[in-house]
């Protein structure tokens, strides 16, 4: 055949050859001090943060994974639903976080049951003015959530005059990184109207893309290709047009979910999302945004 070899040009590599975001992979130490040295600028400051998102797109596993980097082993403080079972915690929870010397340090978390995709309008609504309540601080700790009914203002769990620690002072939009363009367009409009709330109340938000293992074989292979993955980077920029987050308000995280021990560079994927949201809600407690 007139030795016509078809050379065809190798596929092109899924991977970029340079990293578009800098990591400390090697020297997470320096940002774990950074984070458990951290100091609020008036005593008894806490910074409040809440996680909200969809059902299953991974807040507990990240309170859980967050809690694990700081103790050094694995801890599992909040209750992980799984793929069968809908056996999600119904409850607001505060998630603090304790020191090695019997203190609790100055940020917590919390979570709150997470948007079903396809829920009725009724319990969205509700959804939505309970996420408002919390995020001015109305909501106690220890709240049930009842899906049918906003908490109401003779509720025992309501706080009518809240302090300002109360407050939530960095909203992180959890997000499945494989699934959020299965995002049912009603659950993304009560999602905008939460985030909205927010502006209006100049709440820094970010948002962190969960189970980045499972985006693409490269990162499962070796989670130091987070920023390498083209793949992953054409994700974010999808999810930063459609939830309006600017990029480097997105944070890709791998959570602890099926492993028994830490890896260094799992954590320092988590330091890099942790780090930000602190200083962020920092910068909100004293009042830089308003
Ligand atoms: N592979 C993988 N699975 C995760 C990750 N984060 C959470 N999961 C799993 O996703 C499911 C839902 O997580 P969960 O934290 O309960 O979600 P929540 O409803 O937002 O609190 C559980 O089965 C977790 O083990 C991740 O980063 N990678
Ligand atoms: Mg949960």
């Known amino acids: 055949m007139g030795g016509s070899f078809s050379s065809r040009p190798p596929p092109p590599s899924p991977l970029l050859s340079a990293p578009w975001r800098r990591i400390n992979w090697s020297d997470n130490h320096s940002t774990l001090q950074y984070v458990k040295a951290y100091q609020p600028e008036t005593e008894d400051q806490v910074i409040r943060i809440l996680l909200h998102g969809l059902v299953g797109s991974g807040k507990s596993s990240f309170i859980n994974s967050v809690e694990s980097v700081l103790r050094n082993r694995m801890c599992i403080p909040a209750l992980v639903g799984n793929a069968t079972q809908d056996c999600f915690t119904r409850e607001y929870k505060t998630y603090t976080f304790k020191t090695g010397n019997q203190g609790t340090f100055p940020f917590v978390i919390n979570d709150i049951i997470g948007l079903k995709n396809n829920c ?34 003779d509720d025992r769990f309501y ?132």
């Open 159 to 290: 706080k009518p005059t809240p302090s300002a620690n109360d407050k939530v002072h960095v909203l992180v939009f959890v997000i499945d990184a494989n699934k959020w363009s299965l995002m049912n367009e009603k659950a993304l409009e009560a999602l905008d109207d939460i985030r909205d709330e927010a502006k209006l109340l100049d709440i820094p938000q970010v948002a962190i893309l969960t189970k980045i293992d499972e985006v693409c074989p490269e990162i499962q292979k070796d989670i130091k290709n987070v920023y390498k993955s083209k793949e992953l980077k054409e994700k974010m920029e999808k999810v930063s047009g459609a939830v309006g987050v600017p990029m480097n308000c997105i944070f890709p995280v791998k959570n602890y979910s099926k492993e028994l021990d830490l890896d260094s560079d799992t954590d320092a994927l988590i330091l890099s999302a942790l780090k930000p949201i602190l200083d962020f809600g920092n910068d909100h407690l004293n009042k830089r945004y308003a």
């Open 120 to 153: 009725s309008r009724g319990n969205r609504n509700n959804h939505v003015k309970d996420v408002k309540r919390v995020m001015k601080g109305h909501v106690k700790d220890g709240y049930i959530v009842n899906p049918n009914a906003k908490i109401s203002k």
